[in-house]
Protein backbone atom coordinates (compact mmCIF):
# COMPACT_ATOMS: atom_id res chain seq x y z
CA UNK A 1 0.00 0.00 0.00
CA UNK A 2 1.22 3.10 -1.01
CA UNK A 3 0.97 4.93 2.44
CA UNK A 4 2.74 2.37 4.00
CA UNK A 5 5.32 3.42 1.32
CA UNK A 6 5.34 6.92 2.11
CA UNK A 7 5.86 6.69 5.44
CA UNK A 8 8.63 4.18 5.59
CA UNK A 9 10.54 6.39 3.49
CA UNK A 10 9.29 9.29 5.73
CA UNK A 11 11.27 7.60 8.67
CA UNK A 12 14.46 7.27 6.89
CA UNK A 13 13.85 11.11 5.50
CA UNK A 14 13.37 12.21 9.27
CA UNK A 15 16.42 9.90 10.28
CA UNK A 16 18.65 11.59 8.14
CA UNK A 17 17.14 15.25 8.60
CA UNK A 18 18.25 14.52 12.23
CA UNK A 19 21.88 13.87 11.61
CA UNK A 20 21.94 17.65 9.57
CA UNK A 21 19.91 19.27 12.02
CA UNK A 22 19.75 18.16 15.42
CA UNK A 23 16.79 18.23 17.12
CA UNK A 24 17.68 20.00 19.82
CA UNK A 25 18.71 22.79 17.79
CA UNK A 26 15.64 22.41 15.81
CA UNK A 27 13.08 22.72 18.83
CA UNK A 28 15.16 25.59 20.27
CA UNK A 29 14.16 27.61 16.67
CA UNK A 30 10.97 26.66 17.11
CA UNK A 31 10.37 27.84 20.77
CA UNK A 32 12.21 30.49 20.56
CA UNK A 33 9.48 31.84 18.01
CA UNK A 34 6.47 33.78 18.90
CA UNK A 35 3.90 30.82 19.81
CA UNK A 36 0.63 33.69 20.17
CA UNK A 37 0.35 33.98 16.63
CA UNK A 38 -3.78 33.84 17.20
CA UNK A 39 -3.90 30.75 14.85
CA UNK A 40 -4.22 32.59 11.74
CA UNK A 41 -4.66 29.64 9.41
CA UNK A 42 -8.13 28.87 11.52
CA UNK A 43 -8.87 32.61 11.05
CA UNK A 44 -8.43 32.25 7.08
CA UNK A 45 -10.72 29.33 6.75
CA UNK A 46 -13.49 30.86 9.31
CA UNK A 47 -13.84 33.90 6.78
CA UNK A 48 -17.78 34.69 5.41
CA UNK A 49 -18.41 33.13 2.61
CA UNK A 50 -16.46 29.96 1.14
CA UNK A 51 -12.61 29.52 1.79
CA UNK A 52 -10.14 27.98 -0.72
CA UNK A 53 -6.78 26.32 0.45
CA UNK A 54 -5.07 26.34 -2.54
CA UNK A 55 -1.88 23.88 -3.18
CA UNK A 56 1.54 24.10 -4.18
CA UNK A 57 2.41 20.60 -5.91
CA UNK A 58 4.67 19.41 -8.25
CA UNK A 59 3.89 15.81 -8.34
CA UNK A 60 1.81 13.23 -6.45
CA UNK A 61 2.06 9.51 -6.53
CA UNK A 62 -1.81 9.14 -8.44
CA UNK A 63 -0.84 11.62 -11.19
CA UNK A 64 3.01 11.70 -11.45
CA UNK A 65 4.64 14.87 -12.73
CA UNK A 66 1.26 17.95 -12.63
CA UNK A 67 3.75 20.64 -13.10
CA UNK A 68 7.11 20.12 -15.67
CA UNK A 69 6.89 24.27 -15.34
CA UNK A 70 7.06 24.57 -11.61
CA UNK A 71 7.91 28.40 -10.56
CA UNK A 72 6.64 27.62 -6.89
CA UNK A 73 6.70 31.48 -5.52
CA UNK A 74 4.50 32.95 -8.25
CA UNK A 75 1.74 30.19 -7.98
CA UNK A 76 1.74 30.99 -4.43
CA UNK A 77 1.78 34.70 -5.39
CA UNK A 78 -0.79 33.84 -8.24
CA UNK A 79 -2.93 32.14 -5.21
CA UNK A 80 -2.84 34.81 -2.85
CA UNK A 81 -4.26 37.53 -5.31
CA UNK A 82 -6.40 35.34 -6.24
CA UNK A 83 -8.41 35.34 -3.31
CA UNK A 84 -7.00 31.99 -1.68
CA UNK A 85 -7.98 31.73 1.78
CA UNK A 86 -4.85 29.87 2.66
CA UNK A 87 -1.75 27.68 0.86
CA UNK A 88 -1.20 24.47 0.88
CA UNK A 89 2.78 23.50 0.55
CA UNK A 90 3.96 20.27 -0.14
CA UNK A 91 7.40 19.26 1.51
CA UNK A 92 7.79 15.57 0.80
CA UNK A 93 10.50 15.08 -1.64
CA UNK A 94 9.66 11.51 -2.54
CA UNK A 95 6.42 10.84 -3.48
CA UNK A 96 5.31 14.43 -4.16
CA UNK A 97 8.50 16.12 -5.19
CA UNK A 98 8.15 19.00 -2.40
CA UNK A 99 11.03 20.44 -0.79
CA UNK A 100 11.06 22.39 2.62
CA UNK A 101 12.31 25.59 0.66
CA UNK A 102 9.09 26.05 -1.15
CA UNK A 103 7.17 26.15 2.09
CA UNK A 104 10.62 28.37 3.47
CA UNK A 105 10.09 31.01 0.18
CA UNK A 106 6.72 30.80 0.02
CA UNK A 107 5.39 31.34 3.71
CA UNK A 108 8.03 34.44 3.93
CA UNK A 109 6.54 36.21 0.90
CA UNK A 110 2.58 35.73 1.02
CA UNK A 111 0.70 37.24 3.86
CA UNK A 112 -2.37 34.49 3.89
CA UNK A 113 -1.18 31.66 6.24
CA UNK A 114 0.80 28.49 4.75
CA UNK A 115 0.08 25.01 5.77
CA UNK A 116 3.20 22.06 5.92
CA UNK A 117 1.50 19.31 4.21
CA UNK A 118 3.54 16.03 4.73
CA UNK A 119 3.44 13.02 6.62
CA UNK A 120 4.25 13.49 9.65
CA UNK A 121 5.39 10.94 12.05
CA UNK A 122 8.06 12.65 14.35
CA UNK A 123 7.24 15.52 16.90
CA UNK A 124 10.85 16.94 15.08
CA UNK A 125 8.38 17.46 12.22
CA UNK A 126 6.38 19.77 13.79
CA UNK A 127 9.07 21.85 14.89
CA UNK A 128 10.61 22.18 11.42
CA UNK A 129 7.29 23.12 10.17
CA UNK A 130 6.89 26.04 12.63
CA UNK A 131 10.91 26.97 11.93
CA UNK A 132 9.88 27.36 8.33
CA UNK A 133 7.41 29.59 8.73
CA UNK A 134 4.38 27.37 8.28
CA UNK A 135 1.16 28.25 10.22
CA UNK A 136 -0.72 25.04 10.55
CA UNK A 137 0.47 21.26 9.86
CA UNK A 138 -1.18 18.22 8.27
CA UNK A 139 -1.83 15.40 10.44
CA UNK A 140 -3.36 12.08 9.04
CA UNK A 141 -5.23 9.76 10.73
CA UNK A 142 -4.13 7.12 8.56
CA UNK A 143 -0.92 7.47 9.66
CA UNK A 144 -1.20 7.86 13.61
CA UNK A 145 -3.33 6.52 16.57
CA UNK A 146 -4.94 8.44 18.63
CA UNK A 147 -2.72 9.07 21.44
CA UNK A 148 -0.13 10.07 19.01
CA UNK A 149 -2.49 12.67 17.01
CA UNK A 150 -3.15 14.16 20.53
CA UNK A 151 -0.08 14.56 21.51
CA UNK A 152 0.92 16.38 17.98
CA UNK A 153 -2.33 18.44 17.66
CA UNK A 154 -1.36 19.68 21.52
CA UNK A 155 2.57 20.20 20.87
CA UNK A 156 1.51 22.00 17.05
CA UNK A 157 -1.41 24.36 19.43
CA UNK A 158 1.49 25.55 21.98
CA UNK A 159 3.97 26.66 19.14
CA UNK A 160 0.77 28.46 17.67
CA UNK A 161 0.64 26.10 14.66
CA UNK A 162 -3.10 25.20 13.96
CA UNK A 163 -3.76 21.45 12.90
CA UNK A 164 -5.68 19.89 10.11
CA UNK A 165 -6.53 16.61 10.62
CA UNK A 166 -7.12 14.27 7.87
CA UNK A 167 -9.65 11.71 7.31
CA UNK A 168 -11.05 9.65 5.03
CA UNK A 169 -13.63 7.41 6.42
CA UNK A 170 -16.20 6.88 9.76
CA UNK A 171 -13.47 5.97 11.95
CA UNK A 172 -11.02 7.77 11.36
CA UNK A 173 -13.20 11.08 11.63
CA UNK A 174 -14.11 9.80 15.21
CA UNK A 175 -10.67 9.72 15.50
CA UNK A 176 -10.11 13.36 13.94
CA UNK A 177 -12.92 14.48 16.89
CA UNK A 178 -11.04 11.87 19.67
CA UNK A 179 -8.19 14.01 19.18
CA UNK A 180 -9.46 17.29 19.92
CA UNK A 181 -9.08 18.39 15.92
CA UNK A 182 -10.22 21.96 15.58
CA UNK A 183 -9.97 21.68 11.97
CA UNK A 184 -11.12 18.31 10.11
CA UNK A 185 -10.36 17.48 6.49
CA UNK A 186 -12.04 14.68 5.00
CA UNK A 187 -10.30 13.81 1.71
CA UNK A 188 -12.12 12.63 -1.48
CA UNK A 189 -9.11 10.33 -2.33
CA UNK A 190 -8.29 7.17 -0.72
CA UNK A 191 -5.01 7.14 -0.10
CA UNK A 192 -4.81 3.53 -0.22
CA UNK A 193 -6.15 2.76 -4.22
CA UNK A 194 -6.08 6.70 -5.01
CA UNK A 195 -9.80 6.28 -6.17
CA UNK A 196 -11.59 9.28 -5.68
CA UNK A 197 -14.97 10.38 -4.67
CA UNK A 198 -16.20 13.93 -4.09
CA UNK A 199 -19.20 12.26 -2.36
CA UNK A 200 -17.15 11.02 0.38
CA UNK A 201 -16.40 14.28 2.14
CA UNK A 202 -20.04 15.45 1.79
CA UNK A 203 -21.25 11.78 3.24
CA UNK A 204 -18.85 12.04 6.70
CA UNK A 205 -20.02 15.97 6.74
CA UNK A 206 -22.89 15.17 9.46
CA UNK A 207 -20.28 13.75 12.18
CA UNK A 208 -18.57 16.50 12.74
CA UNK A 209 -19.90 19.64 14.78
CA UNK A 210 -20.40 22.73 13.58
CA UNK A 211 -17.94 24.49 15.81
CA UNK A 212 -15.14 22.15 13.97
CA UNK A 213 -13.38 23.61 10.68
CA UNK A 214 -14.67 21.28 7.96
CA UNK A 215 -12.87 20.64 4.75
CA UNK A 216 -13.16 18.87 1.78
CA UNK A 217 -9.85 17.59 0.49
CA UNK A 218 -9.22 16.45 -3.11
CA UNK A 219 -10.42 15.61 -6.35
CA UNK A 220 -12.34 18.85 -6.77
CA UNK A 221 -12.56 20.53 -10.34
CA UNK A 222 -15.67 22.14 -11.18
CA UNK A 223 -17.85 25.17 -9.57
CA UNK A 224 -20.92 22.41 -9.24
CA UNK A 225 -18.22 20.47 -6.67
CA UNK A 226 -17.90 23.47 -5.32
CA UNK A 227 -21.78 24.07 -5.12
CA UNK A 228 -22.43 20.78 -3.66
CA UNK A 229 -20.35 21.17 -0.72
CA UNK A 230 -22.00 24.73 -0.24
CA UNK A 231 -25.06 23.01 -0.40
CA UNK A 232 -24.40 20.52 2.29
CA UNK A 233 -22.80 22.80 4.51
CA UNK A 234 -18.98 22.50 4.01
CA UNK A 235 -16.97 26.11 3.78
CA UNK A 236 -13.74 25.00 2.77
CA UNK A 237 -11.71 23.31 -0.13
CA UNK A 238 -8.35 22.07 -0.53
CA UNK A 239 -7.21 21.88 -4.07
CA UNK A 240 -4.01 20.96 -6.00
CA UNK A 241 -3.88 19.59 -9.49
CA UNK A 242 -7.11 21.57 -10.87
CA UNK A 243 -5.21 25.06 -9.97
CA UNK A 244 -1.92 23.61 -10.77
CA UNK A 245 -2.71 22.48 -14.61
CA UNK A 246 -4.54 26.10 -14.88
CA UNK A 247 -2.53 28.71 -16.73
CA UNK A 248 -4.62 31.78 -14.64
CA UNK A 249 -5.55 31.38 -11.20
CA UNK A 250 -7.23 33.98 -10.61
CA UNK A 251 -9.73 33.50 -13.59
CA UNK A 252 -9.91 29.77 -12.13
CA UNK A 253 -10.40 30.51 -8.77
CA UNK A 254 -13.11 33.03 -9.68
CA UNK A 255 -15.09 31.08 -11.91
CA UNK A 256 -14.94 28.09 -9.00
CA UNK A 257 -16.58 30.97 -6.87
CA UNK A 258 -19.32 31.61 -9.24
CA UNK A 259 -20.59 35.29 -10.30
CA UNK A 260 -20.31 38.08 -7.03
CA UNK A 261 -23.59 39.42 -8.81
CA UNK A 262 -22.32 42.88 -8.48
CA UNK A 263 -19.27 44.90 -9.11
CA UNK A 264 -17.69 47.35 -6.02
CA UNK A 265 -17.01 51.13 -6.69
CA UNK A 266 -13.55 51.74 -6.64
CA UNK A 267 -12.08 54.82 -5.49
CA UNK A 268 -8.26 55.48 -5.96
CA UNK A 269 -7.17 57.77 -3.36
CA UNK A 270 -4.44 60.05 -2.82
CA UNK A 271 -3.97 61.27 -6.97
CA UNK A 272 -1.61 63.78 -6.12
CA UNK A 273 0.75 64.10 -9.31
CA UNK A 274 -0.88 65.24 -13.66
CA UNK A 275 1.18 62.10 -14.10
CA UNK A 276 -0.89 59.84 -12.63
CA UNK A 277 -3.76 61.14 -14.63
CA UNK A 278 -3.57 58.85 -17.62
CA UNK A 279 -3.74 55.71 -15.84
CA UNK A 280 -6.55 56.47 -13.96
CA UNK A 281 -8.53 57.73 -16.62
CA UNK A 282 -7.25 54.20 -18.15
CA UNK A 283 -8.83 52.80 -15.34
CA UNK A 284 -11.77 54.36 -14.65
CA UNK A 285 -12.39 54.23 -10.80
CA UNK A 286 -15.86 55.27 -9.95
CA UNK A 287 -14.00 57.84 -7.82
CA UNK A 288 -10.75 59.88 -7.55
CA UNK A 289 -9.53 61.00 -3.76
CA UNK A 290 -7.51 64.21 -3.70
CA UNK A 291 -6.33 64.95 -0.40
CA UNK A 292 -6.17 68.25 1.64
CA UNK A 293 -5.61 67.33 4.87
CA UNK A 294 -1.64 67.19 5.94
CA UNK A 295 -0.01 64.34 4.28
CA UNK A 296 2.19 63.07 2.36
CA UNK A 297 -0.17 63.01 -0.77
CA UNK A 298 -1.56 66.56 0.19
CA UNK A 299 -2.26 68.23 -2.50
CA UNK A 300 -3.17 72.44 -2.35
CA UNK A 301 -6.68 73.72 -4.07
CA UNK A 302 -4.73 74.94 -6.87
CA UNK A 303 -3.18 71.66 -7.64
CA UNK A 304 -6.40 69.99 -6.66
CA UNK A 305 -8.11 71.79 -9.66
CA UNK A 306 -5.51 71.27 -12.09
CA UNK A 307 -6.01 67.38 -11.65
CA UNK A 308 -9.75 67.69 -11.65
CA UNK A 309 -9.71 69.82 -14.55
CA UNK A 310 -6.96 67.56 -16.29
CA UNK A 311 -9.29 64.41 -14.93
CA UNK A 312 -12.27 65.90 -17.13
CA UNK A 313 -10.23 66.71 -20.17
CA UNK A 314 -8.60 63.78 -20.20
CA UNK A 315 -11.97 61.49 -19.91
CA UNK A 316 -13.71 63.47 -22.09
CA UNK A 317 -10.79 62.64 -24.77
CA UNK A 318 -10.70 59.16 -24.35
CA UNK A 319 -13.62 57.91 -23.96
CA UNK A 320 -16.48 60.42 -26.01
CA UNK A 321 -15.27 60.11 -29.60
CA UNK A 322 -15.64 56.44 -28.85
CA UNK A 323 -18.53 55.96 -27.15
CA UNK A 324 -20.55 58.67 -27.82
CA UNK A 325 -23.38 58.45 -30.85
CA UNK A 326 -22.21 60.29 -33.84
CA UNK A 327 -25.20 62.73 -33.26
CA UNK A 328 -24.46 63.76 -29.90
CA UNK A 329 -24.37 66.89 -31.35
CA UNK A 330 -26.00 69.15 -28.73
CA UNK A 331 -24.97 69.64 -25.15
CA UNK A 332 -28.46 68.30 -23.98
CA UNK A 333 -27.58 65.03 -26.61
CA UNK A 334 -24.48 64.23 -25.05
CA UNK A 335 -26.30 64.87 -21.37
CA UNK A 336 -29.12 62.44 -22.35
CA UNK A 337 -26.77 59.93 -24.03
CA UNK A 338 -24.95 60.03 -20.67
CA UNK A 339 -27.84 59.43 -18.24
CA UNK A 340 -28.93 56.41 -20.77
CA UNK A 341 -25.38 54.74 -20.72
CA UNK A 342 -24.52 54.20 -17.02
CA UNK A 343 -20.78 52.76 -18.37
CA UNK A 344 -20.11 56.13 -19.51
CA UNK A 345 -20.60 57.66 -16.15
CA UNK A 346 -17.56 60.03 -15.04
CA UNK A 347 -14.75 59.37 -13.05
CA UNK A 348 -16.58 61.63 -9.61
CA UNK A 349 -13.89 63.69 -7.41
CA UNK A 350 -14.06 63.19 -3.44
CA UNK A 351 -11.79 65.60 -1.00
CA UNK A 352 -10.08 64.44 1.75
CA UNK A 353 -10.06 66.50 4.83
CA UNK A 354 -9.66 66.74 8.65
CA UNK A 355 -11.35 68.96 10.81
CA UNK A 356 -11.63 71.70 8.40
CA UNK A 357 -14.42 73.97 8.71
CA UNK A 358 -17.76 74.25 7.20
CA UNK A 359 -17.80 76.93 5.17
CA UNK A 360 -14.01 75.79 3.95
CA UNK A 361 -15.11 72.46 2.58
CA UNK A 362 -17.97 74.12 0.53
CA UNK A 363 -16.19 76.86 -1.04
CA UNK A 364 -13.25 74.33 -1.73
CA UNK A 365 -15.27 72.17 -2.67
CA UNK A 366 -16.53 74.69 -5.23
CA UNK A 367 -14.06 75.92 -6.40
CA UNK A 368 -12.44 72.39 -7.21
CA UNK A 369 -15.76 71.15 -8.67
CA UNK A 370 -15.66 68.33 -6.27
CA UNK A 371 -18.75 65.91 -6.14
CA UNK A 372 -18.03 64.55 -2.78
CA UNK A 373 -16.24 65.48 0.87
CA UNK A 374 -14.94 62.78 3.06
CA UNK A 375 -14.71 63.60 6.78
CA UNK A 376 -11.74 61.87 8.53
CA UNK A 377 -11.73 63.84 11.48
CA UNK A 378 -13.53 64.73 14.27
CA UNK A 379 -16.36 65.34 12.82
CA UNK A 380 -20.20 64.67 14.54
CA UNK A 381 -23.20 63.91 13.34
CA UNK A 382 -24.31 67.84 14.16
CA UNK A 383 -21.16 68.93 11.69
CA UNK A 384 -22.34 66.62 8.59
CA UNK A 385 -26.06 68.14 9.15
CA UNK A 386 -24.53 71.27 9.01
CA UNK A 387 -22.39 70.77 6.19
CA UNK A 388 -25.48 69.23 4.15
CA UNK A 389 -27.59 72.23 4.48
CA UNK A 390 -24.93 74.14 3.28
CA UNK A 391 -23.86 72.22 -0.15
CA UNK A 392 -25.09 69.53 -2.54
CA UNK A 393 -22.08 67.77 -3.11
CA UNK A 394 -22.28 64.53 -0.82
CA UNK A 395 -20.77 64.26 2.47
CA UNK A 396 -18.66 60.87 3.43
CA UNK A 397 -17.84 59.92 6.83
CA UNK A 398 -14.50 57.65 7.72
CA UNK A 399 -14.55 56.21 10.75
CA UNK A 400 -11.55 53.70 12.05
CA UNK A 401 -12.75 50.44 13.20
CA UNK A 402 -11.70 48.56 16.47
CA UNK A 403 -14.76 46.54 17.25
CA UNK A 404 -18.22 46.47 15.35
CA UNK A 405 -19.46 48.91 17.69
CA UNK A 406 -17.28 51.38 16.10
CA UNK A 407 -18.99 50.86 12.68
CA UNK A 408 -22.36 50.30 14.21
CA UNK A 409 -22.31 53.70 15.56
CA UNK A 410 -22.69 55.68 12.24
CA UNK A 411 -25.56 53.38 11.55
CA UNK A 412 -27.88 56.15 11.30
CA UNK A 413 -26.05 58.59 10.28
CA UNK A 414 -26.69 61.18 7.55
CA UNK A 415 -23.67 61.01 5.82
CA UNK A 416 -24.18 59.50 2.10
CA UNK A 417 -21.49 57.55 2.49
CA UNK A 418 -19.57 55.79 5.10
CA UNK A 419 -15.87 54.57 4.46
CA UNK A 420 -14.40 52.13 7.06
CA UNK A 421 -10.57 52.24 7.70
CA UNK A 422 -8.19 51.41 9.89
CA UNK A 423 -7.42 52.40 13.65
CA UNK A 424 -4.89 54.35 14.33
CA UNK A 425 -4.28 56.77 17.38
CA UNK A 426 -1.97 59.65 15.78
CA UNK A 427 -2.67 59.23 12.35
CA UNK A 428 -6.21 59.99 10.28
CA UNK A 429 -6.04 56.89 7.43
CA UNK A 430 -3.84 56.09 4.39
CA UNK A 431 -1.78 53.95 6.51
CA UNK A 432 -1.60 51.15 4.74
CA UNK A 433 -2.90 48.85 7.58
CA UNK A 434 -5.38 45.98 7.35
CA UNK A 435 -8.37 45.75 10.19
CA UNK A 436 -10.13 43.17 11.34
CA UNK A 437 -13.44 42.75 8.04
CA UNK A 438 -15.05 39.99 10.67
CA UNK A 439 -15.98 43.61 12.57
CA UNK A 440 -18.24 44.40 9.59
CA UNK A 441 -19.93 40.85 9.29
CA UNK A 442 -23.32 42.60 10.49
CA UNK A 443 -23.08 46.20 9.35
CA UNK A 444 -25.97 46.63 7.22
CA UNK A 445 -25.30 49.72 5.45
CA UNK A 446 -23.54 50.84 2.18
CA UNK A 447 -19.22 51.51 3.00
CA UNK A 448 -16.77 51.74 1.28
CA UNK A 449 -13.49 49.68 2.57
CA UNK A 450 -10.30 51.16 3.04
CA UNK A 451 -7.43 50.68 4.64
CA UNK A 452 -4.44 48.23 3.19
CA UNK A 453 -6.25 47.12 0.45
CA UNK A 454 -4.20 46.17 -2.41
CA UNK A 455 -4.01 43.33 -5.30
CA UNK A 456 -3.19 40.89 -2.96
CA UNK A 457 -6.22 41.00 -0.93
CA UNK A 458 -8.97 42.57 -3.15
CA UNK A 459 -10.35 39.09 -4.09
CA UNK A 460 -10.88 38.50 -0.47
CA UNK A 461 -12.17 41.94 0.51
CA UNK A 462 -14.86 41.35 -2.50
CA UNK A 463 -15.91 38.02 -1.02
CA UNK A 464 -15.59 38.22 2.22
CA UNK A 465 -16.72 41.55 3.08
CA UNK A 466 -18.71 42.50 0.44
CA UNK A 467 -18.85 46.21 0.57
CA UNK A 468 -20.29 49.06 -2.00
CA UNK A 469 -16.89 50.21 -2.73
CA UNK A 470 -13.38 49.59 -2.23
CA UNK A 471 -10.67 52.76 -1.78
CA UNK A 472 -7.27 52.26 -2.50
CA UNK A 473 -4.55 54.40 -1.88
CA UNK A 474 -1.12 52.82 -0.59
CA UNK A 475 -1.77 49.44 -2.41
CA UNK A 476 -1.07 51.01 -5.86
CA UNK A 477 1.98 52.85 -4.88
CA UNK A 478 5.29 51.52 -5.17
CA UNK A 479 7.38 53.64 -3.09
CA UNK A 480 4.87 56.32 -1.78
CA UNK A 481 4.40 57.39 -5.63
CA UNK A 482 1.19 56.42 -7.80
CA UNK A 483 2.33 53.30 -9.88
CA UNK A 484 0.82 53.07 -13.07
CA UNK A 485 1.03 49.25 -13.58
CA UNK A 486 -0.06 48.33 -10.21
CA UNK A 487 -3.27 51.04 -11.16
CA UNK A 488 -3.82 48.28 -14.16
CA UNK A 489 -2.88 45.41 -12.00
CA UNK A 490 -5.35 46.26 -9.40
CA UNK A 491 -8.25 47.33 -11.90
CA UNK A 492 -7.89 44.24 -13.96
CA UNK A 493 -8.35 41.86 -10.68
CA UNK A 494 -11.59 43.68 -9.40
CA UNK A 495 -12.65 43.47 -13.31
CA UNK A 496 -12.05 39.54 -13.36
CA UNK A 497 -13.27 38.65 -10.33
CA UNK A 498 -16.31 40.70 -9.84
CA UNK A 499 -19.23 40.40 -12.20
O1 LIG B 1 -4.77 17.77 -6.21
P1 LIG B 1 -6.09 17.53 -5.56
O2 LIG B 1 -6.82 16.35 -6.07
O3 LIG B 1 -6.94 18.82 -5.58
O4 LIG B 1 -5.79 17.22 -3.99
C1 LIG B 1 -5.19 18.17 -3.15
C2 LIG B 1 -4.91 17.57 -1.77
O5 LIG B 1 -6.13 17.29 -1.17
C3 LIG B 1 -4.06 16.33 -1.87
O6 LIG B 1 -2.84 16.73 -2.40
C4 LIG B 1 -3.84 15.66 -0.54
C5 LIG B 1 -4.79 15.41 0.39
N1 LIG B 1 -4.26 14.81 1.47
C6 LIG B 1 -2.97 14.63 1.27
C7 LIG B 1 -2.00 14.08 2.10
C8 LIG B 1 -0.72 14.06 1.66
C9 LIG B 1 -0.39 14.56 0.43
C10 LIG B 1 -1.34 15.11 -0.43
C11 LIG B 1 -2.65 15.15 0.01
Avoid at 173 to 182: E, K, L, P, T
Avoid at 237 to 263: C, D, I, Q
Avoid at 342 to 357: A, H, L
Wanted: net charge negative; hydrophobic share 40%.
Amino acid sequence: MILDKIVEATKIRVAQEKEVEMPKAVKAAALALPSDTGFPFEVALRQQDFNFICEVKKASPSKGIIAEHFPYLDIAKEYEVAGAAAISVLTEPDFFKGDKKYLQEIASTVKIPVLRKDFIIDEYQIYQAKVWGASAILLICACLDVPTLTKFRELADSLGLSSLVEAHDEKEVQMAIDCGARIIGVNNRNLKDFTVDVQNSVRLRNLVQDDVIFVSESGLETPEDIQVLRDNNIGVALMGETFMRSPNKVEKLAYLYGPTYYTPKVKMCGISKVDTIPAVVEAKPNYMGLVFAPSKRQVTVDQAKTLVEELHKQYAKTYSAVEAPMNAGTAQDSKEFVQENPNFESIKTVGVFVNETVDNLVAIANEVNLDAVQLHGDEDEAFIQALKEKTDVEVWKAVQIRSAADAEAWIDSSADMLLFDAYHKDERGGTGEVFDWSCLDEFERPFMLAGGIDSTNVARAIRTVRPYGIDISSGIETDGVKDDEKIKAFTNIVRTIAH
